[in-house]
């Protein structure tokens, strides 16, 4: 599963994903929506962030993944009355003290692996929204990534901010670390080999081509449709070669980079060659 920031920036050329991340997700001060504890040493169990603006205005909030919508309220109208009990915090707020009640929560499944313990539930929660951009919500609804789900609203009179948590029961965590206790216990047993951690990748070899439209008659050896993607070709492959040297009583590894179509069939020595 692909998870986005809940606020997605246009991109900057040559950015990094640690600093589109910081970008697109600023707050969580201590003292101001800090995880894991607020102000007042409560447990807190989110982030309050502040939506980064583009022409003078706020983005709106986006939803992290693919999910069903499983929980939302409407933000209660903003009103000037005083002792309204959204306006709470007020002699420490800017602006009146209101803070919008909006809420959304987004239900995920996904796979990091096989069986039971390889299906994994998490949810994904959206607060203090000043308004809900989803149409006519529907509990299950679908949802998918990157929809526009609602606008940030104010927390303690700031405008412009959510407070945002994603949450998994025990049972779920137990699926993602493969056990119960806190500690791993490495030395007497063998780590799970239900999940997969980390980047696939898939190698598309030249001259491969896609087409925008599978053919009208798959008996055909073509496809009339518009050609729209064809694989590069390659220069042709290195392997590394590795040398063992010997000098002042040492052995070092020499090693230089040859193609593949001149390396001998045959090599004789300490020479090994790898393929890159």
């Known amino acids: 599963m692909i998870i986005s920031p809940p606020f997605i920036p246009a991109p900057i050329a040559g950015e990094t994903d640690e600093a589109f991340v910081e970008r697109a ?9 800090a995880f894991p504890l607020s102000f007042d040493l409560n447990w807190h169990g989110g982030m309050h962030l502040s939506a980064p603006r583009e022409n003078g205005q706020p983005l709106p909030v986006r939803a992290i993944a693919d999910g069903k919508l499983v929980y939302f309220r409407a933000p209660t109208a903003k009103t000037n009355d005083e002792f309204h009990a959204l306006k709470y915090r007020t002699p420490q707020s800017v602006d009146d003290g209101w803070t919008d009640n909006g809420c959304l929560v987004l239900r995920h499944e996904t796979e990091i692996g096989e069986g039971e313990r390889g299906q994994v539930v998490f949810f994904s929660i959206y607060m203090h929204l000043s ?22 609203g104010q927390i303690y009179g700031s405008a412009g901010k959510i407070h945002f948590e994603i949450i998994a029961d025990d049972s779920q965590i137990a699926h993602l670390t493969g056990r119960q206790q806190r500690d791993l216990d490495y ?6 080999t239900d999940s997969c951690w980390g980047d696939m990748y898939f190698f598309v070899p030249a001259p491969v081509q896609g087409y925008a439209s599978p053919p009208n008659n ?19 492959r290195l392997v590394r070669r590795e040398r063992k040297v010997h000098f002042a009583g040492r052995s070092h590894l020499a090693d230089r980079r040859i193609p593949a179509g001149n390396r001998r069939r045959n090599e004789q020595g300490p020479d090994r060659a790898h393929a890159l």
């Open 25 to 33: 997700m600023p707050g969580g001060q201590p003292g101001d929506g």
């Open 131 to 152: 308004k809900i951009n989803i149409a006519n919500p529907q509990i299950n609804q679908r949802i998918y990534r990157k929809d526009s789900i609602g606008e940030a």
């Open 187 to 192: 030395q007497a047993q063998d780590g799970r």
């Open 218 to 236: 798959f008996a055909q050896p073509t496809n009339p449709s518009a050609l729209s993607f064809q694989s590069p070709s390659f220069p042709p």
